[in-house]
């Protein structure tokens, strides 16, 4: 008799072990599924964070670029240099804008490349500058409200 108790006390415990392993591995992956799914939330915000700040960045390049090209417009230096600063400041956000919005980003392009080509030429024409910088400034705003009011 005490023999089969034990026995019956051994298969019970073995038992209750194994129903227990068994239900808590089922919620360690809903709770990992549901852990991913946060990280990745929060990814995104980190980027889209990192590309309005960068978006801002390349608006300041833009408007000290401006600022040159209608007070200082035969100083060529000062063209050239916030023109390499403005494609400098591009340069990290680049694909960042491109991996998020292919055609807000050939839009853009069409007007930042001409303009950062013509700030570094060796006689830039500061009407054509202009022109450029309110064109990028306009498709760089509208890309950045987009990318707000996708949150």
Known sequence: MKKSKLWLLAAFLTTAVMLSACASGGNEGKQSK???????????????TSLTKGIDKVLTSLQTLNSTAES????????????KALSESWEPIEKKVEK?????YENIEKSLYPLIAEAKKDHPDANKVKQ??????KQLKSFKQKLSSSS
């Open 34 to 48: 549901e852990d991913t799914k946060q990280n990745q939330g929060t990814e995104q915000k980190t980027e889209k």
């Open 72 to 83: 200082s417009t035969n100083d060529v230096k000062k063209i050239n240099k916030n023109g």
């Open 100 to 104: 998020h919005n292919a055609k807000a």
């Open 132 to 137: 450029l910088i309110e064109e990028t400034t």
